[in-house]
């Protein structure tokens, strides 16, 4: 009817809140804080990988917001991203450096150095692919606001191969990528 009821707002409170109980907590990964690179410590994966996969498998690569000054790999135990591997989807979480760990001039100085890691992520994954189990050729990038940064960039401006971009919580407008996206670019999918 266009209008929400107070019944309406408790059940979906309910649901938030069975939601985030449940996003706390979910299995440790197998492959915990692989290094993929040795220029900041920060530079790390946790990987979560199908069990009995008889073929390669897909993989969403996540990278966690905070806005390029906190946030961390754990906040990928969104329920719906955790769930992955359990339905025969790869699912890794990365670290990058943050803008304190970076020297760097200018509001956005840190940026060509994030971009750069979190490429060497990829790069990682994909050098590790047939070990895993991996089809390195049907990887999803996703992130949540500082990681949708990160995920739209490395997909259209640093041209990965990659299948699609799952931007969530978008802090800002494509404007960033827009003058690199074509006809063949990845798939984006927001979520705010």
């Known amino acids: 009817d266009g209008q929400i009821s107070q019944d309406e707002v408790t059940a979906a409170r309910s649901s938030a809140s069975r939601i ?3 996003s706390k907590a979910g299995p440790k990964p197998p492959i915990a804080d692989a290094k993929y690179s040795d220029a900041f410590d920060r ?3 946790d990987v ?4 009995n996969s008889a073929e390669s498998t897909p993989i969403v690569v996540f990278f966690h917001g905070g806005g390029f000054k906190g946030g961390d790999k754990n906040n990928v135990r969104l329920r719906d991203f955790i769930e992955l591997p359990q339905r025969g989807v790869a699912l890794a979480s990365g ?11 200018g509001e956005w100085g840190h940026l060509p150095t994030i971009f750069d890691e979190t490429q060497k992520a ?3 994954i994909r050098s590790n692919a047939n070990e895993w189990g991996i089809d390195a050729d049907r990887m999803v ?3 949540s606001s500082a990681g949708t940064v990160i995920s739209q960039y490395l997909a259209y401006a ?3 191969d990659v299948e699609a971009v799952l931007a969530l919580q978008t802090p800002y407008s494509v404007d ?6 074509t006809a063949s670019s990845p798939e984006m999918f927001f979520y705010t």
């Open 122 to 124: 990829l790069a990682y």
């Open 141 to 143: 990038l996703a992130g």
């Open 95 to 105: 670290n990058y450096p943050l803008k304190d760990n970076i020297e760097a001039s």
């Open 43 to 45: 530079s790390k994966l």
């Open 158 to 160: 640093k041209k990965e």
């Open 48 to 51: 979560w990988l199908p069990k």
């Open 176 to 181: 960033l990528v827009i003058n690199e996206m």
């Open 20 to 22: 985030a109980k449940s």
